[in-house]
């Protein structure tokens, strides 16, 4: 009788509980909830809201975990702490000080980006999120979306490609992912933050309408998809204005144009003022306490607000913004729960991993059939890379340097300081190798001794050389060439065996100047915990290739917008220079600018083959009120089961700035002999202008082609489409 009186009294205490804080009742909306908050907080708890403290070092919060940056709860009112945690390829643990917390080590952004995967991409965020949260954090500082204009860019590794529709809409896919988890997160680096030299100095020149067609609308693409609750503003200057600061991009493109209803935090030392960044739409600064010159929304801001010179409705604002975040992604109802290890859950993450490694890996040459491996081969000599220990990573904030498997399969290998330590992921592609063909003999070789590495090769059937190239965040790479001579041992190899593979693991493009002589290349960028067996699994064909190019391949920087910039690297010869001038290629990034200049790269955005063939006939492209659609037939022509990635490019009429535009793509599996009728809605967006004096998208009325291809260059049926003149909503 006692537990039926109990049962029968709770929903009553339930009821004067949300009586007494009517925000807590989930079926309000996230703003209704936020403004009934800000109306019950002090002045005091409202400005507390506004900073984050830096959660590392001798500044620590006592009660924070060891990690980015922290957010006191507010009891009385029930407002959760906010932990927030680097986690841009996933959940870091700054120097192991969080004991017994590990993560899966994701592969890098280019590599989930070349599966052109959505789901793929979902998960990926999904699990990061899920980790997240068992660790007890409800930030994570992911979504990286700024689109690749040089491969010298040393962060490109943490990015999703060159294209503003394939970028913006994986990392939306991704930021869904990670929110699923009742995680919020971020998407950055807004904007134009496409190089790191002098990142947190230069300006990024660019006009309106060009920076609205490229890096802005994968930013836009992101947050229609993913809905991050924040946006971090970039260290850079935007025409002479710093991300942070920038009126025109925080209040008047994603605030008022977006209806972006989130908030915008800063990046780690990114805020230069109070009033200022506050009006222009700052919401958030970032252990300002630490990496800015002054704590700018705690004091100055108080006095700003007293004064009048930044309103108290904008402060309110900023408060709305942040809870309303928080809201919106169920972090109330649901908050982070520190657990132990879970063996279940670590094998969930490395199958996630090894998943998009698989289907990321880029197949970029294979002459005479050399891949797969054949059934038949006897000895393999496997060179270089470190192959024997591991697979490399990228360096910087986002490295992930504890795992189930440990910390770096490598050590000593320079720098082994910020923005190192240079991090091998303990998975041997060459433990695995010999795992999946316990028949062959697979012997080693380090590379060192280009002599003994090519008597190793000239003795075996095939020789694989793994090469790999270190990229970081604060630094650009100084060239597109792969280091310590590398290139040297590919060739001495391909001239000892004529049956050599390159496997490459690298931030992004390199130049490739033996390749002639090589019969076989797969790009492997940074392929995470479980790389070494996704590549094995690749080379014997237990898998076959799928990945597609997110980023045009140069030949060489002459190829490039730009093909020599001061300062890149570490140590540079010349200063950097206050600007870097976009305007060179506006909006024409990547293949674009390829296209419109009439380069040959040496591999286009979009190319990967398979182990097997594929047909695509019976274009038609019709709009259909709002909407433009295609209709295509895909057909494994080969004997071996595969996957699709069919794109669809608009050459917009004669004479226009950017002659060509990826508008939709999608990704089939295709048993061998398999054929499907396939259909895919193209972006509005990618047929239209952006037109600066009413800031509007519109479609031009003209004479439209649509081209169905596996690459940007490699396109073969066309299909003509007439459109009017429309403004897009």
């Not at 090469?467 to 790479?477: F, K, R």
């Not at 009439?598 to 190319?607: I, K, M, Q, S, V």
Request: glycine share 10%.
């Amino acid at each position: 009788m006692l537990v039926c009186a109990l049962l029968a009294a709770a929903p009553a205490f339930a009821q004067d509980a949300t009586s007494a804080q009517p925000w807590m009742d989930a079926g309000q909306s996230p703003d209704a909830r936020a403004a009934l908050l800000v109306a019950a907080m002090t002045q005091d708890e409202k400005f507390a809201l506004i900073r984050s403290r830096f959660a590392i070092g001798e500044k620590k919060p006592e009660e924070a975990l060891t990690a980015a940056g922290y957010v006191a709860p507010i009891p009385r009112l029930g407002i959760p702490a906010q932990s927030l945690v680097d986690a841009g390829l996933g959940v870091t643990n700054p120097g192991g000080a969080r004991t017994g917390d590990h993560a899966t080590a994701m592969p890098s952004g280019p590599m989930t980006a070349s599966t052109w995967s959505r789901d793929i991409a979902f998960k990926g965020g999904e699990t990061m999120g899920r980790e997240a949260w068992r660790q007890g954090f409800n930030v994570l500082l992911a979504g990286s979306v700024n689109l690749q204009r040089d491969p010298r860019n040393g962060r490109n590794f943490e990015y999703a490609g060159e294209d503003p529709l394939l970028a913006g809409t994986l990392v939306g896919e991704s930021i869904r992912g990670v929110q699923s988890q009742h995680v919020l997160s971020t998407m950055k680096h807004y904007a134009l933050n496409d190089m790191e030299t002098a990142r947190n100095t230069h300006s990024a020149e660019i006009g309106d309408r060009a920076m609205h067609e490229s890096d802005l609308l994968a930013f836009h693409v992101a947050i229609e998809i993913g809905q991050p609750g924040s946006v971090m503003c970039s260290y850079n200057r935007i025409n002479g204005t710093y991300g942070c600061e920038h009126d025109e991009l925080l209040n008047n493109v994603l605030k008022r144009d977006w209806r972006y209803p989130g908030y915008v935090m800063s990046d780690w030392g990114g805020v230069h003022s109070a009033s200022k960044a506050a009006n222009a739409g700052l919401d958030q600064q970032s252990a300002g306490e630490v990496f800015d010159k002054a704590v700018y929304f705690d004091v100055p801001l108080r006095m700003a607000v007293g004064a009048g010179v930044v309103p108290q409705t904008r402060l309110d604002d900023m408060v709305h913004r942040i809870l309303r975040s928080f809201i919106a992604i169920g972090a109330f109802e649901h908050p982070p729960q520190r657990q132990p290890v879970d063996a279940a859950l670590d094998a969930i993450g490395f199958d996630v991993a090894q998943r998009t490694a698989e289907a990321g890996a880029v197949l970029l040459r294979n002459e005479n059939g050399v891949l797969p491996l054949a059934p038949g081969v006897r000895r393999i000599a496997v060179i270089g890379g470190h192959a024997d220990t591991g697979v490399i990573a990228g360096g910087g904030s986002s490295m992930v340097g504890w795992t189930s498997r440990g910390t770096s399969a490598v050590t000593g290998v320079q720098p082994t300081t910020w923005p190192g330590p240079v991090m091998f992921q303990p998975s041997s592609p060459l433990l695995a190798l010999r795992e999946a063909l316990p028949d062959a003999r697979i012997d080693y070789a380090d590379g060192r001794d280009r002599a003994a590495a090519a008597r190793l090769a000239r003795e075996a059937d095939v020789a694989i050389v793994f090469a790999t190239q270190w990229a970081a965040e604060s630094v650009d790479l100084p060239d597109m060439r792969l280091p310590d001579g590398q290139d040297a041992l590919i060739a001495a190899v391909a001239a000892a065996n004529p049956r050599s593979v390159v496997v490459l693991q690298t931030n992004g493009p390199v130049e490739l100047p033996w390749i002639d002589v090589v019969p076989g290349v797969l790009q492997a960028w940074y392929p995470g915990i479980r790389g070494g067996e996704a590549i094995a699994r690749l080379l014997t064909g237990a898998v076959n290739p799928s990945g597609h190019l997110p980023v045009t391949w140069p030949v060489d920087v002459s190829q490039l917008p730009r093909p020599t910039i001061p300062g890149l690297g570490f140590n540079p010869a010349q200063k950097p220079e206050d600007t870097i001038d976009y305007d060179i290629e506006g909006a024409n990034v990547g293949y674009r600018w390829f296209s419109a200049k009439g380069l040959t790269p040496r591999y286009a955005f979009g190319h990967g083959l398979s182990y097997t063939t594929f047909a695509t006939s019976d274009l038609q492209v019709r709009a259909d009120g709002e909407r433009i659609v295609a209709r295509f037939t895909v057909r494994n022509t080969g004997e071996r089961d595969g996957v699709a990635v069919p794109q669809l490019y608009v050459h917009l009429p004669q004479g226009h700035a950017t002659p060509l535009r990826l508008a939709g793509w999608d990704r089939i599996e295709l048993e061998a002999g398999e054929t499907r009728e396939v259909e895919v809605a193209l972006a509005p967006r990618l047929f239209a202008d952006y037109h600066p004096n009413d800031r509007s998208w519109r479609i031009a009325a003209g004479d439209y082609t649509v081209a169905l291809g596996q690459s940007a260059i490699d396109t073969g049926e066309r299909a003509a489409l007439t459109l009017p003149a429309r403004r897009l909503d």
